[in-house]
Nanobody, 122 residues
Framework: QVQLVESGGGLVQAGGSLRLSCAAS????????MGWFRQAPAKEREFVSA????????YYSESVTGRFTISRDNAKNTVYLQMNSLKPEDTAVYYC???????????????WGRGTQVTVSS
C-alpha cells in the first residue's frame, strides 16, 4: 500500500503561482513513477504531468507545457508541481498518483491521493 497526501493548493489570481507537494509513504518512493492529474467540475479527470523514477524523464500535457514544472526529491519521498502563469482554466482538484512506469494514462496509475483544490480567479 502507498499513502499519498497532496498539499499546497489554494486560491490565487490569474498570472500567479503555486507549488503543489505530494508526500508518499508506505513503499520505496524511488521505485515508481509519479503523476499529477486534475479534475475540474463537470469534467473528466485529465493528465497534467508525470516524472520517471529517477526524475530524468518528464511528460507534460500541452495545456501546461512551459508553465508547470514537475520534480521529485526521493530523499524526502515527495513530488512537486510548480505552477506558474496560472489561468482560470487551471482551476481543478489536483491529484498525485503512483505508477510502475512513466505514463500519461490514468489507468496505469494504481495509488491516488485525495487531492488538493486549486482555484484561479480572473
Amino acid at each position: 500500500q502507498v499513502q499519498l497526501v497532496e498539499s499546497g493548493g489554494g486560491l490565487v489570481q490569474a498570472g500567479g503561482s503555486l507549488r503543489l507537494s505530494c508526500a508518499a509513504s508506505g513503499r520505496t518512493f524511488s521505485s515508481y513513477a509519479m503523476g499529477w492529474f486534475r479534475q475540474a467540475p463537470a469534467k473528466e479527470r485529465e493528465f497534467v504531468s508525470a516524472i520517471s523514477r529517477d526524475g530524468k524523464w518528464t511528460y507534460y500535457s500541452e495545456s501546461v507545457t512551459g508553465r508547470f514544472t514537475i520534480s521529485r526529491d526521493n530523499a524526502k519521498n515527495t513530488v512537486y508541481l510548480q505552477m506558474n502563469s496560472l489561468k482560470p482554466e487551471d482551476t481543478a482538484v489536483y491529484y498525485c498518483a503512483t505508477a510502475g512506469r512513466l505514463s500519461r494514462r490514468s489507468d496505469q496509475y494504481d495509488f491516488w491521493g485525495r487531492g488538493t483544490q486549486v482555484t484561479v480567479s480572473s
